[in-house]
């Protein structure tokens, strides 16, 4: 166990892997103490791969969705792997430290990805190495927690190895399907890697706020943020999470499942779409991920399912839900053992993303215009 579940009002969630605080007795004050840059958030569902070897960015780029071949030292950014069918397989935050590149996945994520990695290795100067006894520490910037974090993070090369989310805007070579305003905008989130004796001294500092998972998944969920272990499945496009804003680059050239990205972003639709939901709160009903997200009261067609649900200390509670394109526009109802929750829709990624190549449509030979004849006059002088 890490030192932060030792720590006063620390509850543990049993349901996670590893040694997940779900919070420190008030999640709500945790919420707002993190979102202010005040608290820090042990991440005891990461896991840490470091990557070596003078070829590591260039075979990372290549066999990736992302653009990592120039990635310089101290910069961050997102990558997916994708099978050849353009589902997503693994999910990972990039760091480089100018010397080794650092992917931080989700727990259950980072030994299959570790193990897919090491084998598309070959003769490549690479080496794969999963670090699990490194620990990954979450905050938002601008406030003491980004202080605290910046000096206890491991920096073996010079570089401290924190990572900064991209998701609060499009990426270079990526593109946004949700039309408006994004709440990602204000997602300043970052992650810090340390290791054991630096995270024991941190969890002695007596002045230290802390704030648990619940915290920071609101956080994200409010966002809009995907996450590997709650918005993928074994179907899952990045067209529909919005992914391809901050983890997939367009123009980047060839790389497994990079054919279906390109048809379904320039000339299809994505089958599926993830939404924001805003749930009733008045019967404190709150559904669990996996939940069936049906289109009306009384009506029992499943269009959908709750991948993500949280409660905001704002916005109350609130779920992320990937849908059927199918799935109406409008309110819907989320169904639980206990009863029915009303839902109001909030559209993250339209039911007509993709197909952003202007491609001219063919006339059908129905309709094209006959051959004229010779023997019928075509212009008022001959008449």
């Not at 809009?224 to 272990?229: G, L, T």
């Not at 997200?293 to 916005?315: C, N, Y």
Request: net charge negative; proline share 7%; with cysteine.
């Amino acid at each position: 166990m890490d030192p932060f579940s030792a720590l006063p009002g620390a509850v543990l969630d049993t349901a996670s892997e590893g040694s997940v605080v779900a919070h420190f007795g008030d999640p709500i004050r945790e919420q707002r103490a993190l979102e202010r840059g005040a608290a820090l958030a042990p991440l005891g569902d990461r896991t840490v791969i470091e990557l070596a070897g003078a070829e590591r960015l260039t075979w990372l780029d290549s066999i990736t969705s992302q653009s990592v071949a120039h990635l310089g030292a101290g910069q961050s950014t997102e990558l997916l792997v994708l099978d050849p069918q353009g589902r997503v397989e693994h999910v990972a935050a990039v760091f480089d430290d100018g010397a080794s590149t650092w992917l931080l996945a989700d727990a259950a994520d980072a030994a299959p990805l570790a193990t897919w990695l090491q084998r598309m290795v070959f003769r490549a100067d690479v080496t794969v190495r999963v670090r699990v006894e490194l620990i990954v520490i979450g905050f938002f910037a601008g406030g003491d927690a980004e202080q605290r974090a910046e000096r206890a993070a491991l920096a073996p090369h010079g570089t401290a190895v924190i990572w900064t989310d991209p998701w609060p805007s499009i990426q270079p070579g990526g593109h946004q399907y949700h039309l408006g305003e994004h709440p990602g905008a204000g997602y300043h989130w970052r992650t810090a890697v340390v290791d054991a004796a630096t995270a024991t001294a941190l969890a002695a500092e007596t002045d230290a706020v802390w704030a648990g998972a619940l915290a920071a998944e609101a956080l994200r969920v409010a966002a809009w943020r995907p996450r590997w272990a709650t918005e993928v499945d074994d179907r899952s496009l990045p067209h529909e999470t919005d992914w391809i804003r901050s983890a997939v680059h367009l123009n980047k050239g060839c790389y497994r499942g990079q054919e279906t990205v390109a048809k379904v972003h320039n000339l299809g639709h994505p089958p599926r779409r993830i939404a924001a939901l805003h749930l009733d709160g008045s019967d404190d009903l709150l559904p669990a991920p996996g939940a069936p997200v049906l289109a009306g009261a009384e009506d029992s067609d499943e269009v959908g399912r709750i991948t993500s649900v949280a409660r905001h200390h704002e916005l109350g509670p609130i779920a992320l839900a990937i849908l059927s394109r199918r799935a109406p526009i409008g309110d819907l109802v989320v169904r639980t053992p206990d009863g029915d929750v009303a839902a109001a829709q909030e559209i993250i990624v339209p039911a007509d993303a993709g197909a952003t190549a202007d491609v001219p449509r063919l006339t059908r030979l129905s309709r094209r215009p006959s051959a004229p004849d010779p023997r019928r006059p075509s212009t008022p002088d001959a008449l």
